[in-house]
């Protein structure tokens, strides 16, 4: 389930499942698991995994590619959550996204403190197509969002840079700006364009230089629609509200 209703407010999740046989970049570490203790043997149980900070759904911090920038916990919870807006670039015309491409969100842009690519990507999540020519921004686009007042910015594919590029110029460009990357979000087509705030948690690793988070969209229920919501929506209320007294 990605949607639940908590209160006044519905909750998307927006993270993959760190699971065996998940994407990882390759060239770099499969993550391992594995159960070296089970409730048939030991009586309790707890997996074992061994994974690189930058797998799965996960957030960068500039020490990621800066020796002497900021860490996960430099940067601290408060740049964690803010408002966000979600642009909706799955008809933009090639794997490069442009300064063109992104010009008419200009004005949902303003005071935003995240900005969330919707590129369609993360239907190839599992297959290899994930990882060959998806969407990046050009180093103009970078830039020109870097300029904005931003937390962080995050994206529906396996990185903000070439699959080949050893430069990183779109890292470079917020990463040196301690603007945080969030790379392999899912669901993105299920979040509203605006007016909701983004959560992403990362791990609270002592010198983080990224870490697996959980990222997940709050935006408030619209009172005119909870008057009259559809029967797989009461059901889908009725089942949080349920989970919510467990
Ligand atoms: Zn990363």
């Given at each position: 389930m990605n949607r639940i209703f908590a209160g006044e407010m519905i909750v998307t999740d927006l993270s993959h499942t760190v699971a065996p046989g998940m994407p990882y970049f390759p060239g770099t570490e499969a993550p391992v698991f594995s159960r070296p203790f089970t409730v048939a043997s030991h009586g309790f149980a707890e997996q074992k995994i061994t994974l690189l900070t930058h797998c799965g759904t996960h957030m960068d911090a500039p020490a990621h590619i800066f020796a002497a920038g900021p860490t996960l916990e430099q940067l601290?919870?408060?740049?964690?959550v803010g408002s966000a807006v979600a642009l909706d670039l799955t008809h933009a015309p090639g794997p490069v996204i442009g300064p063109d491409d992104l010009l008419p969100f200009r004005s949902l842009?303003?005071?935003?403190e995240f900005v969330l690519l919707?590129?369609?990507?993360?239907?190839?999540?599992?297959?290899?197509?994930?990882?060959?020519a998806y969407p990046v921004l050009s180093e103009a686009a970078a830039l020109w969002l870097a300029?904005?007042?931003?937390k962080g910015i995050g994206v529906d594919a396996i990185s903000f840079d070439p699959f080949d590029s050893t430069a990183l110029p779109v890292h470079r460009a917020f990463l040196s700006r301690n603007i945080v990357l969030i790379e392999n979000l899912a669901n993105l087509e299920s979040v509203p364009a605006a007016e909701f705030v983004f959560c992403c948690l990362p791990l609270k690793l002592a010198d983080g230089d990224g870490a697996p988070a959980r990222a997940v969209a709050l935006c408030r229920e619209r009172k005119k629609k909870s008057a009259q919501l559809s029967p797989l929506r009461r059901s889908a209320r009725r089942a949080g509200n349920a989970a919510r007294r467990q």
């Amino acid at each position: 389930m990605n949607r639940i209703f908590a209160g006044e407010m519905i909750v998307t999740d927006l993270s993959h499942t760190v699971a065996p046989g998940m994407p990882y970049f390759p060239g770099t570490e499969a993550p391992v698991f594995s159960r070296p203790f089970t409730v048939a043997s030991h009586g309790f149980a707890e997996q074992k995994i061994t994974l690189l900070t930058h797998c799965g759904t996960h957030m960068d911090a500039p020490a990621h590619i800066f020796a002497a920038g900021p860490t996960l916990e430099q940067l601290g919870l408060p740049h964690f959550v803010g408002s966000a807006v979600a642009l909706d670039l799955t008809h933009a015309p090639g794997p490069v996204i442009g300064p063109d491409d992104l010009l008419p969100f200009r004005s949902l842009l303003a005071e935003k403190e995240f900005v969330l690519l919707r590129t369609g990507w993360s239907k190839h999540w599992g297959n290899a197509d994930y990882f060959r020519a998806y969407p990046v921004l050009s180093e103009a686009a970078a830039l020109w969002l870097a300029g904005f007042h931003l937390k962080g910015i995050g994206v529906d594919a396996i990185s903000f840079d070439p699959f080949d590029s050893t430069a990183l110029p779109v890292h470079r460009a917020f990463l040196s700006r301690n603007i945080v990357l969030i790379e392999n979000l899912a669901n993105l087509e299920s979040v509203p364009a605006a007016e909701f705030v983004f959560c992403c948690l990362p791990l609270k690793l002592a010198d983080g230089d990224g870490a697996p988070a959980r990222a997940v969209a709050l935006c408030r229920e619209r009172k005119k629609k909870s008057a009259q919501l559809s029967p797989l929506r009461r059901s889908a209320r009725r089942a949080g509200n349920a989970a919510r007294r467990q």
